[in-house]
């Protein structure tokens, strides 16, 4: 499986990484994308949520969205129109749809003249997010997934309750529904059928339905990014304070029929924020364009 990694090594910006060679593509970061009137809270170059269109590449870099293109290559930053943290993307029908998780709510924003609404699961729709400056997020909504219509948001809730999955009908602008998960601590939404999954961070496995899948590559690792179909890769990294995540390397847990089949290691990139499968489909995204490089993985990790 192909993947591609947004890391928590400053130097970096993206990274290719192939499950079964071993090999990862890492691109370097630049300065230009950097997110320099954000807030001390987390690093200026903090790239985390990833998704694409036909051409582009998007990264959300706290703030501002990163544009690269087909080749890899930075093309733009868009300044300013996100989170200051921001956690996942998506792409939709020409909108970037994105967690504010600092707001409490996800935001569209329109790629061809950059409007903006935004939604929030007490406040409903909204055009402007003045209403919801706050110091302690609520609902710490950190991934997002769009298929045939609704978008799936999650609430992780801050480990005080069960996470939740809330449903939104983009038809009739309501609530579809709202499903408590069996996690407390939940990142990433997988959605097949009618079946939800997430990663159950604290603790250390993958819920998919009614099956529990412990999935970490050792004991006290920090579960985040999720991607695949029907082998699913997930990232696990040592917990530690935020400001040495940039540090070492992430295991690549690859699972398949509700077991583990190996764990890769990928050095040199940091924690993992964020993992979209780019070689086929995709549980985790639903993006309907496939991945814009389909360059080589040219630098060996082994």
């Keep these: 499986m192909k ?14 990484f192939d499950t079964d060679s071993k090999k990862a593509l890492k691109i370097k970061s630049d300065k230009r994308g950097y997110n320099k009137n954000a807030d001390d809270t987390r690093p200026v170059h903090r790239p985390f949520g990833i998704t694409w269109n036909k051409d582009n590449i998007f990264i959300a870099n706290r703030k501002n969205l990163l544009v690269y293109d087909s080749n890899l290559n930075f ?15 998506t792409f939709y029908k020409n909108n970037i749809i994105s967690t504010m998780t600092r707001k409490d709510c996800i935001k569209f924003v329109n790629l061809k003249h950059y409007s903006s609404v935004f939604f929030h699961p007490e406040k409903g729709w909204l055009d402007r997010t003045k209403t919801l400056d706050h110091f302690e997020e609520k609902f710490h909504i950190n991934s997002v997934v769009v298929k045939d219509g609704f978008v799936y948001i999650m609430l992780h809730n801050g480990g005080e309750n069960y996470s939740e999955i809330l449903v939104l009908n983009l038809q009739t602008k309501a609530v579809e529904k709202r499903v408590r998960t069996k996690a407390t601590c939940a990142h990433g939404i ?12 604290k603790e250390e496995n993958l819920i998919l339905g009614s099956n529990i899948i412990r999935c970490s590559a050792w004991k006290d690792k920090f579960l985040r990014g999720i991607a695949g179909e029907k082998q699913i890769a997930v990232a696990n990294f040592l917990p530690q304070q935020r400001r040495y995540r940039g540090h070492g390397g992430s295991y690549i847990s690859i699972l398949e029929n509700n077991n583990v089949k190996k764990h890769c290691y990928v050095d040199n990139i940091g924690a993992v924020n964020d993992m979209r499968r780019i070689d086929g489909k995709d549980f985790c995204h639903h993006n309907e364009y496939k991945f814009p490089y389909t360059g080589d993985f040219v630098n060996d990790i082994n």
Aim: aromatic share 2%.
């Design 3 to 16: 993947l591609a990694i947004t890391p928590s090594n400053e130097d970096l910006v993206l990274v290719l």
């Design 75 to 89: 093309s733009d930053n868009i300044e300013n129109i996100l989170d200051e943290n921001t956690h996942q993307i």
């Design 190 to 201: 997988y959605l097949n059928g009618d079946m939800l999954g997430t990663l159950n961070t």
